[in-house]
């Protein structure tokens, strides 16, 4: 048995591993292939490594075990929460500044248009609107 963790050569293309197992030796940047799994894939997420305080983490693994999810499901979810609120957030503000702006206010006066022009001039400006439409008949 090795001691000290470390893979170390044993003869020529062969390494023993700490726990005793004898694989070959392969240069790092080789694809190795499995018949059981395949050859190995380009991964397709990033790894990120991130630190809490000890009891934000405690309160992080009592979330993700009520939950029945990993702590990587955990994270998924809050980030996409976090940028859904941030988004919210961003409307909301958009919304206020419009909300704020100086409205023209209209009196009877100003419009010269009938309760019996109102229809001519909906189907008039429909096809403006949505020209891929086509107009239902009643």
Known sequence: MLHGGQARPLEEGVLALPWGWMVPAVPQDTILSSPFHG????????VFTISFPEDLAAQAEEVAR????????????????????????KLAVMRAGVAARPRPR????????????????????????????KRRSI
């Open 39 to 46: 050859p190995s894939r380009a991964r397709t997420s990033r």
């Open 66 to 89: 009520q939950e029945s999810r990993n702590i990587r499901e955990l994270f998924r979810e809050a980030f996409r929460s976090y940028r859904l609120e941030r988004l919210q957030r």
């Open 106 to 133: 209209y009196t009877q006066e100003d419009v010269s248009y009938t309760q019996e022009d109102v229809e001519p001039l909906v189907d008039e400006i429909r096809p403006e609107l949505s020209p891929g439409r």
